[in-house]
């Protein structure tokens, strides 16, 4: 074969595919937990079959109806959410909503929440037990008054965490979900790793607040919300590209799965040559919610003009 022959990157020799903790990913665009719901919602407007992966919406054993008062408050060039963990609990999700999401054909992620390390570790025995491909540990929801970001603020804490379900999580890999509101992410990163974590998803949302100025009061009824968007891209972005650097230095080899205000494909690109193997879109998906699939034809066309044949050669980050 001629050396021009050998460079020739065809539309067959690209692989899309991404190895997540030992998960195959047809493409690394996942929906980020909360904004689409459970996969039956998005099903007749877009094929969602063409999806990398689903996050499902924050799961609890206890069921739970979510917060009172606004949800959602729009700011400029980004969301704040207070939606709480509003869902159907899990041995509802797993009887009910699991079979239709499986079926969808992406890989199944289940978001694992509660309000006490016991509720956590009761949750990841029945979804041990289920057909999710993997479960992604929520220590970073900012809406709950209990539980929900307490668990990852601290890394005493959240190692603790993270090895009581690890003990009962035999069959299915972890992502560890992290906080960008923790003031030392790196050695929080570092002791879920010691705790048996096997990849990490950052960012959630950011702490933040809005103030009603007519009615003279905050917006939100716990006062403070989650902030999401493009708002938060460049700062998400810098802590994914610190983690990978933190890992690397460790000489740990720990995929990332980076989320923050990724509407469309340069934004995807920058989270993947920051060094994520995967991203999570989120709130794009409400104003957009071709999002995702435009984004998976941009990587495509991205990596055929490139002459690039696997994800990872997206990467500018040396391991
Ligand atoms: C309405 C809404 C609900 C969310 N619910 C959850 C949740 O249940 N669990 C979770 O880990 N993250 C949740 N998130 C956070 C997103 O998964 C994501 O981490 C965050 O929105 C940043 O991504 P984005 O800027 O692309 O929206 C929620 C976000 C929004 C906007």
Same mark, same amino acid.
């Given at each position: 074969m001629s050396d021009t022959m050998s460079e020739t990157v065809t539309e067959n020799t690209i692989d899309m595919s991404v190895?997540?903790?030992?998960?195959?990913?047809?493409?690394?665009?996942?929906a980020a937990s909360g904004t689409f719901g459970n996969g039956s919602e998005y099903?007749?407007?877009?094929?969602?079959?063409?999806?990398?992966?689903?996050c499902t919406k924050g799961l609890t054993m206890t069921p739970r109806e979510g917060n009172t008062g606004v949800r959602v408050w729009e700011t400029p060039s980004g *969301?704040?959410? @207070?939606?709480?963990?509003?869902? !159907? %609990?899990?041995?509802?999700?797993i009887e009910n909503k699991l079979p239709f999401l499986r079926q969808l054909g992406p890989a199944v992620i289940a978001n694992l929440s509660?309000?006490?390390?016991?509720?956590?570790?009761?949750?990841?025995?029945?979804?041990?037990?289920?057909?999710?491909?993997?479960?992604? *540990?929520?220590? @970073?929801?900012?809406?709950?008054? !209990? %539980?929900g970001l307490s668990f990852g603020m601290d890394p005493g804490t959240?190692?603790?965490?993270?090895?009581?379900?690890?003990?009962?999580?035999?069959?299915?890999?972890?992502?560890?979900?992290l906080s960008p509101n923790a003031p030392n992410i790196a050695s929080i990163a570092l002791s879920c790793v010691r705790a048996g974590a096997d990849a990490f998803s950052l960012v959630?949302?950011?702490?933040?607040?809005?103030?009603?100025?007519?009615g003279k009061k905050p917006v939100f009824e716990n006062i403070t919300a989650g902030l999401c968007g493009p708002a938060i891209r460049p700062i998400a972005l810098r802590l994914v590209w610190e983690l990978f650097d933190t890992l690397k230095d460790s000489k740990l080899n720990v995929p990332i799965v980076g989320i923050g205000g990724i509407?469309?494909?340069?934004?995807?690109?920058?989270?993947?040559?920051?060094?994520s193997c995967a991203i999570q879109v989120g709130s794009a998906t409400?104003?957009?919610?071709?999002?995702?699939?435009?984004?998976?034809?941009?990587?495509?066309?991205?990596?055929?003009?490139?002459?690039?044949?696997?994800?990872?050669?997206?990467?500018?980050?040396?391991?």
């Open positions: 190895n997540l903790a030992g998960v195959k990913l047809r493409n690394p665009v996942i099903s007749e407007i877009i094929d969602v079959s063409l999806l990398g992966g689903i *969301l704040i959410n @207070s939606v709480g963990l509003e869902n !159907v %609990g899990i041995s509802s999700f509660g309000g006490s390390s016991d509720e956590y570790v009761e949750g990841a025995v029945l979804l041990n037990e289920s057909s999710v491909d993997m479960i992604e *540990l929520n220590i @970073s929801c900012p809406n709950v008054k !209990v %539980g959240a190692a603790a965490l993270v090895s009581a379900v690890r003990r009962v999580c035999t069959n299915k890999p972890l992502i560890v979900k959630n949302s950011f702490k933040a607040m809005a103030i009603d100025v007519a509407a469309c494909t340069n934004d995807a690109l920058e989270f993947l040559m920051a060094g409400f104003s957009n919610p071709h999002t995702m699939i435009e984004i998976i034809d941009g990587l495509h066309k991205y990596m055929s003009d490139n002459k690039l044949s696997a994800i990872s050669e997206i990467s500018i980050r040396e391991k």
